[in-house]
């Protein structure tokens, strides 16, 4: 048996996980999924270019959208559409799972700006 490999960290601490596209030729938008464990945030960002929606599978935590914030938990949708900076902190005691679904403006290119930095070195 093989271990997987770690899963990349994407904005401070939204881990990637597989996705698997079935009986999809081309897609008009991209589909990924992450998890953030407790305590941990999706830190604040803005992308030109495209707009994202995170659909929440499990956990609790607080989104940010614009200056808005957000209680959010399984089954909720936030839509950040672009330029407006957006966030996601776990604010539960389970890892927060989300569906991240991307589709494309077709207002220029696609570009994403760190707000805050993440720790780390």
């Known amino acids: ?9 994407l904005h401070g ?3 990637r996980l597989p996705v698997r596209w079935l009986n999809v030729e081309a897609a ?3 589909v990924s999924r992450y998890l953030v464990l407790p ?12 707009a994202e929606y995170w659909l929440i599978v499990a956990g609790a935590g607080v989104a940010r ?3 808005v914030d957000l209680a959010v938990g399984p089954g909720d949708v936030v839509a950040t559409p672009p330029p407006v900076p957006h966030a996601l902190h776990n604010t539960g ?3 927060l799972v989300f569906v991240n679904f991307v589709q494309p403006t077709g207002d220029g290119p696609i570009s994403t700006t760190e ?3 993440s720790p780390g070195p």
């Open 115 to 117: 707000l805050i930095r």
């Open 39 to 50: 305590g941990e945030a999706v830190t604040l960002h803005a992308h030109t270019g495209k």
């Open 65 to 67: 959208v614009g200056g």
């Open 13 to 15: 601490g939204a881990r």
């Open 1 to 9: 048996m093989t271990t997987p490999s770690p899963a990349p960290v």
């Open 93 to 95: 005691t389970e890892p």
């Open 28 to 30: 008009p938008m991209t």
